[in-house]
């Protein structure tokens, strides 16, 4: 029996135009100092070689709300700045989406014409249901998010205001 809320596809790829640099765009998906102002807030810490650690910090805020310190972590598994970060990722908020074990995320950013950075978002997610909902934002949309596209959409958002700037 198929639930409204069962996600059969396998791979979740998402892409977004933002008018912003290469290296904007990278930075804005590699550094904390970026990432804790768009999306879930979460500061992502990422040691930026193959074998490297990723660990996504839940903010002060999201902590005192019961999540816990480490919302998600995974492992380098291919980095060519500004261009292509490749790693595992792993819901670590709840016990169940945990057990489902790492997924495979990879972020291309490519220049385009005309002042815009293309940026693709591939999330493999083989035997990974719980993950892969969470991720297209399914049951959670009245819970303060939408997944991916939620996110992109802030990221785009954030680097295309005076907020850039700063």
Do not use: C
Not at 135 to 158: E, F, M, N, P
């Amino acid at each position: 029996m198929t639930t409204a809320t069962e996600v059969r596809v396998s791979t979740q790829v998402y892409r977004i135009y933002i008018r912003a640099t290469q290296q904007a765009v990278w930075d804005a998906i590699t550094r904390p100092e970026w990432t804790e102002r768009y999306g879930y807030h979460a500061i992502a810490d990422y040691d930026l070689r193959p074998g490297g650690k990723y660990k996504g910090r839940a903010p002060k805020e999201m902590q005192a709300m019961g999540m816990p310190a480490v919302v998600v972590d995974g492992e380098v598994i291919e980095v060519d700045p500004p261009r292509k970060l490749v790693h595992s990722w792993r819901f670590l908020w709840d016990d169940e989406i945990a057990a489902e074990g790492p997924t495979r995320v990879t972020f291309d950013v490519e220049e385009d014409d005309g002042g815009f950075t293309r940026l693709t978002v591939t999330h493999e997610l083989e035997n990974a249901p719980k993950t892969a909902a969470q991720l297209a934002g399914i049951g959670r949309l009245h819970q303060g998010g939408g997944g991916w596209a939620w996110v992109l959409s802030d990221l785009k958002t954030l680097l295309e205001t005076a907020g850039a700037a700063a």
